[in-house]
């Protein structure tokens, strides 16, 4: 079946330096979609991205689409406290289903 | 706009208790979902609604049962809980399948 491999699975940065997680599914996507999930709170979706090599940015957030819509990333420019989070992936199919990452766990020390 | 509400948000149960989750949505979403989250593991698909009536199987469906009865809900049942069903169940809504989910808050249910 399908699988979609997200690493790293932890992260710490200084706050201040950049962060980034990737994304990488064994099957072709149809959309990729990143979502945060805040220490004891619930996914929250960021953005979707649907076409080969797309970027789309959000303040310091920069997510990328790879050409094979294989894979994916998310870059976070100069870190700070309120970006601690789970950062997920979601994989999408054109049959609809959604495969999720295991999730980048960030820590940002002050 | 509540958007995903679940219910209950904590519980407690002994092993072979039987319990239901609320979900419910005032989006008019068609799609809805139950989803587990264990430590490390990510999220994993229990069970789906494309609509009303209709449900289907997920990535880790053993021990749930599922009904969506009206549009706006979706019930997950647990006939006889174990142990390994302790974690941290999330129901979603989306508009379409490729839209992206709204989550509710979460239940965290612990079986002792």
């Known amino acids: 079946g399908q699988q979609v491999m997200q690493i790293p699975q932890y992260q710490h940065v200084q706050e201040g330096e950049d962060f980034t997680t990737y994304c990488n599914s064994s099957?072709?996507?149809?959309?990729i979609q990143w979502y945060k999930q805040r220490p004891g709170g619930h996914p929250v979706f960021l953005i979707q991205?649907?076409?080969?090599?797309e970027v789309k940015k959000q303040k310091r957030l920069t997510f990328q689409f790879g050409e094979a819509k294989k894979n994916s990333s998310l870059h976070i420019t100069a870190t700070q406290t309120t970006d601690v989070g789970t950062y997920f992936c979601a994989g999408n199919t054109n049959a609809g289903k959604s495969t999720f990452g295991d999730g980048t766990t960030l820590t940002v020390k002050p | 706009n509540a958007g995903v509400t679940q219910t209950p948000k904590f519980r407690v149960l002994k092993t072979g208790q039987s319990m239901t989750l609320l979900c419910a949505q005032d989006m008019n979403h068609e799609y809805m979902y139950w989803y587990r989250q264990d430590p490390g593991m990510g999220l994993r698909l229990i069970h789906y609604?494309?609509?009303?009536?209709?449900?289907a199987k997920g990535e880790v469906p053993d021990g749930y049962n599922v009904s969506r009865l009206k549009k706006q809900n979706f019930l997950l049942g647990l006939e006889s809980a174990a142990p390994s069903q302790t974690s941290v169940y999330f129901c979603?809504?989306?508009?379409?399948?490729?839209?992206?989910?709204?989550f509710g808050s979460g239940t965290r249910l612990t079986v002792v």
């Open positions: 609604s494309v609509g009303e009536g209709t449900t």
């Open positions: 991205l649907v076409k080969s090599g």
């Open positions: 979603a809504s989306k508009e379409t399948a490729n839209y992206g989910y709204t």
């Open positions: 099957t072709t996507l149809s959309n």
